[in-house]
């Protein structure tokens, strides 16, 4: 069977986008999604080279109010996740508006929603449905705790980091668990939504099948604790919050100096040998309670007072200049600021600047590089139904081979 072609894109006939360049440029993505997973999912293959159509209803994506912060008046929340977009707004009440939705789901490559399961169907919006008509379509669920007996439950990213253990993973030994600073499944899960959506477009490049993904918040969780998870399914431990403390390595934690803490690492015997050299405990190299990581790990309240008495002679600032110059893993807690300037210190470019003229948005890279097919950075995040006009025009005249749902041939 011969691979499926692209699906032509609105963009090649308005003229009102940039030409898409990237990996995946020629794909079509319906975005049916809202909130964070999906629209992060979207985001990343928007940024690689594919159309992605952005789907809301009349209100619009629920984070376009989740402020303050903002810019401009517009959520940087909002902001953060829906670059290289066309927002179109469709009422999927309204016939004609349904129409149109289903139009589009059937003319692209990828579809891409995470409505409660099941939530689609009475819409003719399901997988089913739109595999009717696009059987070669790349359809992928995203939903809170699957299909099957968690269907009902609302997914929520603090929900799942309660309910998967991560909470209880998180905080001080004698505090109370505390989530994480960030709706760290929600990304997650959207990392694996686009891995499971490239995957499948593999598939379908040498197969010409296309098919149904599903992911879920608490699946992404259970998988995303890795040592943790494993600690109970193979060894039956059930591991307990430890603070800033690692339960396997020591040292690996934030530690007092003269002025602040400072994280030092000693991930192996080799660097904690290197470590002992630096702060000038060279005796502790052969003591035989702190010989290899194991002996380190279970005498760590005995070792922990030699490290933080050399430390607290000077600052952290100093300590980190000699800790990387010998080569070894240590580094200050910054803000969300200190880390931005600290990346550009490095050379990393975090910040790049989305769209042209005064649409132009400050917004954080994709961090995948390229050497053939870089990111591209095109279209700020898009006001809500900004394209609907040309989309809906584009709906409305048929495809590129005289079909109105432009099968990719």
């Given amino acids: 069977m011969s691979a499926p072609q692209p699906t032509a894109v609105p963009s090649s006939g308005t003229g009102s986008a940039p030409s898409r360049t990237g990996p995946l440029s020629g ?70 508006d349904l129409a149109a939705a289903q139009e589009l789901a059937a003319r ?9 399961p099941g939530g689609l169907r009475r819409f003719g919006l399901d997988y089913d449905s739109v595999r009717a008509r696009n059987a070669d379509v790349v359809y992928a669920s995203i939903s809170g705790f699957g299909t099957g007996a968690g269907a009902s439950l609302p ?11 991560l909470m209880s993973l998180t905080g001080d030994p004698d505090g109370q668990p505390y989530r994480a600073g960030i709706s760290v499944f929600d990304v997650m899960t959207g990392m694996h939504a686009a891995i499971g959506i490239l995957s499948a ?7 010409g099948q296309g098919q149904h993904i599903e992911v879920n918040l ?50 192996n015997d080799g660097q904690f040998r290197k470590l002992c050299a630096v702060l000038g405990l060279e005796e502790l190299v052969d003591d035989p309670r702190f010989l290899h990581n194991e ?34 893993p240590a580094g200050p807690i910054n803000t969300v600021k200190d880390g931005v300037e600290f990346a550009e210190r490095l050379g990393l470019q975090p910040v790049v600047e989305v769209g042209t003229g005064d649409a132009m948005v400050p917004s954080v890279r994709n961090p995948i590089t390229f050497s053939a097919t870089p990111a591209s950075y095109l279209l700020p995040p898009p006001a809500l139904g900004q394209h609907t006009e040309e989309i809906r025009a584009w709906l409305s005249t048929p495809g590129a081979d005289g079909e109105s749902a432009g099968p990719r041939g």
Avoid: C
């Avoid at 603070?243 to 934690?253: I, K, T, W």
């Fill in 27 to 96: 794909l079509l993505v319906a975005d049916f999604s809202r909130v964070l997973a999906g629209p992060y999912a979207t985001m990343l293959l928007a940024d690689l080279g594919a159309e992605v159509v952005k789907v809301e209803s009349p209100g619009g994506d629920d984070t376009r109010t989740w402020l303050p912060p903002v810019r401009d008046g517009v959520s940087t929340y909002y902001l953060a996740i829906n670059r290289n977009k066309r927002s179109v707004t469709l009422d999927f009440k309204d016939p004609d």
């Fill in 108 to 116: 692209a490559d990828i579809v891409i929603e995470n409505f409660k």
């Fill in 155 to 165: 997914g929520y990213d603090l929900l799942v980091q309660a309910m998967s253990g």
């Fill in 201 to 207: 477009l593999h598939h379908r490049s040498t197969t």
């Fill in 218 to 267: 608490l699946s992404s969780a259970l998988s995303a604790l890795v040592n943790h998870t494993s600690a109970y399914v193979a060894g039956g431990t059930v591991p307990l919050r430890m603070g800033n403390a690692h339960p396997s390595l020591f040292p690996y934690e934030p530690l007092p100096t003269a002025d602040k803490d400072l994280i030092v690492i000693a991930g």
């Fill in 295 to 328: 002996d380190r790990t279970a005498n760590r309240e005995q070792l922990r007072p030699h490290l933080v008495a050399r430390l607290k002679e000077r600052g952290a600032d100093e300590w980190f200049d000699l800790l990387t110059a010998a080569g070894l």
